[in-house]
T-cell receptor
C-alpha cells in the first residue's frame, strides 16, 4: 500500500465542471508535488509546495489551482478544463529541501482524469 | 541536448538475461541520481539511488560516470516481474527533479 493517498482514483468531468483532487501523506514530509503524466510520457512537474508554501509553479494554466491546507494535505482544484488535460495526476512527497532524502519522491497511486 | 535522455526501447529479453540501460544528463551540476520503476498504469516507485561509487541491490547494479555524465542500470537474471518502464531521474542543485522519458523492458518467458 502506498503511503501517499490520492482521491479520487478516477474522475470524469465536463469542461464546465469544478472538481478537486486530494492527496494526503503522514510521513512527516514537508515537500509535496503535483505531477501530470500522459500515456507513454514521463511525469511532468506542475507544482511544488515546501513547508506549505508554493515554491514552484511550472507555468501551469490557471485552470489548475493548487492548495496546501496543512503539512499533510495537498489539493488540486480543477475548473474549466480542456479535453487535452485528461491525464494521470500524481501527487508525491519528500523530505524538505536541504534535508536528507529531499530528492527521494514517494508517489501516490494517482488520479486518472478524463475531461469530456 | 535534452536534460535527461534515455533509450526508449522497448528492450525485449528472455528470462535469465542480463540487460543494461543507460541514461545521459546535460546538467553538470547535477548531484542526485535515481532509477525509478513504473508498471503499466501505476505510479513510479523508487528502485534505487545511484551513488558515485556505484551500488548494488540484489540483481540490480547502478553506476554513475560524472565525467561522461551518464548513469546506468544493470539487471542480472531478468525475471518476468522486471517488465516495466525504468525512469532515470536527475536533479541539478536547486532545480526540480528531471525525469527521462523512460526505457521499456519486457522480459519474455
Amino acid at each position: 500500500d502506498t503511503e501517499v493517498t490520492q482521491t479520487p482514483k478516477h474522475l470524469v468531468m465536463g469542461m464546465t465542471n469544478k472538481k478537486s483532487l486530494k492527496c494526503e501523506q503522514h510521513m512527516g514530509h514537508r515537500a509535496m508535488y503535483w505531477y501530470k503524466q500522459k500515456a507513454k510520457k514521463p511525469p511532468e512537474l506542475m507544482f511544488v509546495y515546501s513547508y506549505e508554501k508554493l515554491s514552484i509553479n511550472e507555468s501551469v494554466p490557471s485552470r489548475f489551482s493548487p492548495e496546501c491546507p496543512n503539512s499533510s494535505l495537498l489539493n488540486l482544484h480543477l475548473h474549466a478544463l480542456q479535453p487535452e488535460d485528461s491525464a494521470l495526476y500524481l501527487c508525491a512527497s519528500s523530505q524538505a529541501p536541504g534535508q536528507s532524502g529531499a530528492n527521494v519522491l514517494t508517489f501516490g497511486a494517482g488520479s486518472r482524469l478524463t475531461v469530456l | 541536448r535534452k536534460e535527461v535522455e534515455q533509450d526508449p526501447g522497448p528492450f525485449n529479453v528472455p528470462e535469465g538475461a542480463t540487460v543494461a540501460f543507460n541514461c545521459t544528463y546535460s546538467n553538470s551540476a547535477s548531484q542526485s541520481f535515481f532509477w525509478y520503476r513504473q508498471d503499466c498504469r501505476k505510479e513510479p516507485k523508487l528502485l534505487m539511488s545511484v551513488y558515485s561509487s556505484g551500488n548494488e541491490d540484489g540483481r540490480f547494479t547502478a553506476q554513475l560516470n560524472r565525467a561522461s555524465q551518464y548513469i546506468s542500470l544493470l539487471i542480472r537474471d531478468s525475471k518476468l516481474s522486471d517488465s516495466a518502464t525504468y525512469l532515470c531521474v536527475v536533479n541539478g542543485g536547486n532545480t526540480p527533479l528531471v525525469f527521462g522519458k523512460g526505457t521499456r523492458l519486457s522480459v519474455i518467458a
